[in-house]
């Protein structure tokens, strides 16, 4: 406004142009120095905190793996009772069983020791990440692995009305 009735000669000053130039210019460096330092207070605070649950999720993991492994524990006991006790039947411990008796029971015993590898499994994977188990890797027959998953599964699939069938060539690895 100063300058505008200065080059009107409606007033007698001076030109603030340059004055004002340079208020911009301290004004804005100001204003750019504070948002930044704000910035830096905002990550440095969030980086706090991301480091503060990064260790609260590390903590929570390990519990995670110390009730999957006393409950893998707690499962195998039982696993192991049912497993015996089915081979013992079986075998013909409590007398001559059906046929259909056998193949039920032949079906829980597969089922048992299947589940008895899972709870082995979730051990070992236990042991794994906590570096207390060296892996061995060796080939694996794939063949009796599908056919026993089929025979759990084929039984099931039965009662509704599916066939599963299983066509392995003869030279896979």
Do not use: C, W
Not at 80 to 100: F, T
């Amino acid at each position: 406004v100063n300058d505008i009735f200065y080059e009107y000669r409606l007033i007698r000053t001076v030109s603030l142009v340059p004055v004002g130039t340079l208020a911009l210019l301290i004004s804005q460096a100001f204003m750019l120095a504070s948002k930044f330092y704000n910035s830096f207070l905002t990550i440095e605070n969030m980086s706090l905190e991301l480091s503060e649950k990064n260790i609260a999720l590390s903590r929570i993991d390990k519990i995670k793996d110390e009730f999957l492994a006393n409950t893998s524990h707690e499962l195998r006991t039982p696993l192991h009772g049912i497993i015996g006790i089915v081979e013992s039947l079986l075998a013909g411990g409590g007398g001559q069983l059906p046929k259909e008796a056998k193949a039920n029971l032949s079906m829980v015993f597969s089922s048992s020791k299947r589940l008895s590898g899972l709870v082995n499994d979730i051990l070992d994977f236990s042991k794994l990440k906590n570096n207390e188990i060296k892996l061995v890797k060796k080939p694996v027959d794939l063949k009796p692995l599908i056919r026993g998953v089929l025979g759990v599964v084929g039984n099931l699939s039965e009662s509704k009305g599916l066939v599963i069938s299983e066509k392995i060539p003869e030279r896979i690895p």
